[in-house]
């Protein structure tokens, strides 16, 4: 079956502009995650959503980082005001729930110049 | 505090030469450990899922151990497109969030 899909594949923008991030889980899982990973580093956790439940944004590093899920299904990540800092390598994964096995997109690149 | 260290940092071996990497964590009540193999420009990839300390799980050239302590992803007899960097993330029976090593690069030369 259809993996967890991420759009765009990569994103160069300015300094200041605002970025969407797109992503699509896998059928049927209701958990949905957010990760960053800079360059050599590990996963850092973004964000968390769970069915109908109100999302866990404990890891949004500042207010330009926000994040919605419609429907239960496709999430958007939005950076507004982007910042040089920002680049990195933008993961999402979903799961069936919320203690089981994670599968991960193959991310979005963004680069800010 | 809840940490998990992975080591070493880089491994190169020769083709056909098996060795360990090693994955140690600290947590207040273990829920599970995974092992994730990244390529470079692609998302993590599921290897395995461990739950109890003396559990075992085989796929291929690749074993995955648990102690109490820390966790062993032994790789025998390497091919070059065993290349890859190896995550380790363990769950914590308090709280749903992954806690992420910084990985592996190992790097396998023909």
């Known amino acids: 079956g259809a993996g967890v899909s991420q759009s765009p594949s990569n994103k160069v923008t300015e300094k200041g502009k605002d970025v969407e991030l797109r992503c699509d889980p896998i059928?049927?899982?209701?958990?949905l995650y957010w990760y960053r990973q800079s360059l050599g580093q590990g996963l850092e956790f973004l964000i968390y959503?769970?069915?109908?439940?109100?999302?866990?944004k404990s890891g949004l590093p500042s207010d330009r980082f926000s994040a919605e899920r419609t429907g239960g299904s496709v999430s958007t990540l939005t950076i507004q005001r982007t910042q040089q800092e920002d680049s990195a390598v933008y993961l999402c994964?979903?799961?069936?729930?919320?203690?089981?096995?994670?599968?991960f997109g193959p991310g979005t690149r963004l680069t800010v110049l | 505090e809840d940490q998990v260290t992975q080591s070493p940092e880089a491994l190169r071996l020769q083709e056909g030469e098996s060795s360990s990497l090693n994955c140690s964590y600290t947590?207040?009540?273990?829920?599970?450990l995974f092992w994730y193999r990244q390529d470079p420009g692609k998302g993590p990839e599921f290897l395995f899922t461990?739950?109890?300390?003396?559990e075992e799980k085989e796929k291929e050239r690749l074993k995955a151990t648990l102690t109490k302590k820390e966790s062993f992803l032994h790789i025998t007899a390497p091919k070059p497109e065993d290349s890859a960097t190896y995550l380790c993330?363990?769950?914590?029976?308090?709280?749903?969030?992954?806690?992420w090593g910084a990985g592996t690069k190992l790097i396998i030369k023909p």
């Open positions: 059928s049927g899982h209701t958990a």
């Open positions: 947590v207040s009540g273990l829920r599970g």
């Open positions: 461990l739950y109890s300390a003396g």
């Open positions: 994964a979903s799961s069936l729930a919320v203690t089981d096995t994670q599968y």
């Open positions: 959503f769970q069915g109908n439940s109100a999302p866990d």
């Open positions: 993330a363990v769950a914590p029976r308090s709280n749903y969030q992954l806690i």
